[in-house]
């Protein structure tokens, strides 16, 4: 059983940042890419940003520039630094991981972290 928990959500001023962290823990090998998700009220749940095995990332494009995913790698984490946060960051952010064999890979999800950027 894989378990990924988020931390690190909260309320901050437009301008502001933060930093989210999730933890991976249980039986988890063959690490295909590990990725930040947001759902924010009455939309559909999006890819921020991810990164794969190899290191290499992709961001939507409205928080480039502005948000920076990283993994350590040792530590199962993965983390997302958000700064120059706007209002419309607001939203659940979920951790998601794709794991396993090429011929099967299984996905795991966080429970979400909720940030607000007040205005």
């Known amino acids: 059983q894989v378990q990924l928990v988020e931390s690190g959500g909260g309320l901050v001023q437009a301008g502001g940042s933060l930093r989210l962290s999730c933890a991976a823990s249980g039986r988890i090998f063959n690490v295909v890419a590990m990725g930040w998700y947001r759902q924010a009220p009455g939309k559909q749940r999006e890819l921020v940003a991810d990164i794969t095995s190899s290191g290499n990332t992709n961001y939507v494009d409205s928080v480039k520039g502005r948000f920076t995913v990283s993994r350590d790698n040792a530590k199962n984490t993965l983390y997302l630094q958000m700064d120059s946060l706007k209002p419309e960051d607001t939203a659940v952010y979920y951790c998601?991981?794709?794991?396993?064999?090429?011929?099967?890979?299984?996905?795991?999800w966080g429970q979400g972290t909720l940030v607000t950027v007040s205005s």
């Open positions: 998601n991981l794709v794991y396993g064999p090429f011929y099967g890979t299984k996905t795991a």
